[in-house]
């Protein structure tokens, strides 16, 4: 149990685009999904939380209207990177709690050419 | 201040030998402990949780906790080329709240 999956694992796209990654918790039911980003040799750096059928809530420094999250429904939750540009090019990880620990997802690269 | 810490590292350790990771976390109402294991270019995953103070040994891994001293650790018995990973420390301090460390990076060389 506690799987958590996430759709891409990998994407490459030009700059100012748009990116949606998806997140899901996949045997088990998530009010309270985590995105994560990573750069190369750096701390995982907590993103925003996202609250089933509520709006996000976003660590300070990280632009909300950047970073879209949706939390529709109570196994998924998408991030959506709006108007990519080479500097968000990362590794994104989401996570869920289940049982009051955190399981995470495997991880989307996204590289902004 | 960070409220979880660790000593980035590198840690380097013999094969075979033991590997000791350390944590300290800040003064606050804490519940839960884990472990998690970070593969370069992966997602972390989970090894180990202790929720009491004491030794709590699964495996190869053994994590202490000692809550008086706000300290948690994890010794790697036997340590492989195939533990050679980042090491995450992290504190649940309520439900919806828990922190990382930032890591520390552990080589086993052969």
């Known amino acids: 149990g506690a799987v958590v999956s996430q759709h891409p694992s990998r994407v490459i796209c030009k700059s100012g685009t748009s990116v949606k990654i998806e997140c899901r918790s996949l045997d088990f039911q998530a009010t309270t999904m985590f995105w994560y980003r990573q750069f190369p040799k750096q701390s995982l750096m907590l993103m925003a939380t996202?609250?089933?059928?509520?709006?996000?809530?976003?660590e300070q420094g990280v632009e909300k209207d950047k970073f879209l999250i949706n939390h529709a429904s109570l196994t998924l939750s998408t991030l959506t990177v709006t108007s990519a540009h080479p500097e968000d090019s990362s590794f994104y990880i989401c996570?869920?709690?289940?049982?009051?620990?955190?399981?995470f997802g495997p991880g989307t690269r996204l590289t902004v050419l | 201040q960070k409220e979880v810490e660790q000593n980035s590292g590198p840690l380097s350790v013999p094969e075979g030998a033991i590997a000791s990771l350390n944590c300290t976390y800040s003064?606050?109402?804490?519940?839960?402990f884990f472990w998690y294991r970070q593969y370069s270019g992966k997602s972390p995953e989970l090894i180990m949780s202790i929720y009491s103070n004491g030794d709590k040994e699964d495996g190869r891994f053994t994590a202490q906790l000692n809550k008086a001293s706000q300290y948690v650790s994890l010794l790697i018995r036997d340590s492989q080329p195939s533990d050679s990973a980042t090491y995450l420390c992290?504190?649940?301090?309520?439900?919806?709240?828990?922190?990382f460390g930032a890591g520390t990076r552990l080589t086993v060389k052969p």
């Open positions: 003064d606050r109402v804490s519940q839960s």
């Open positions: 996202s609250n089933e059928g509520s709006k996000a809530t976003y």
């Open positions: 996570s869920a709690r289940y049982q009051g620990v955190q399981f």
């Open positions: 992290a504190v649940s301090y309520n439900n919806n709240d828990m922190r």
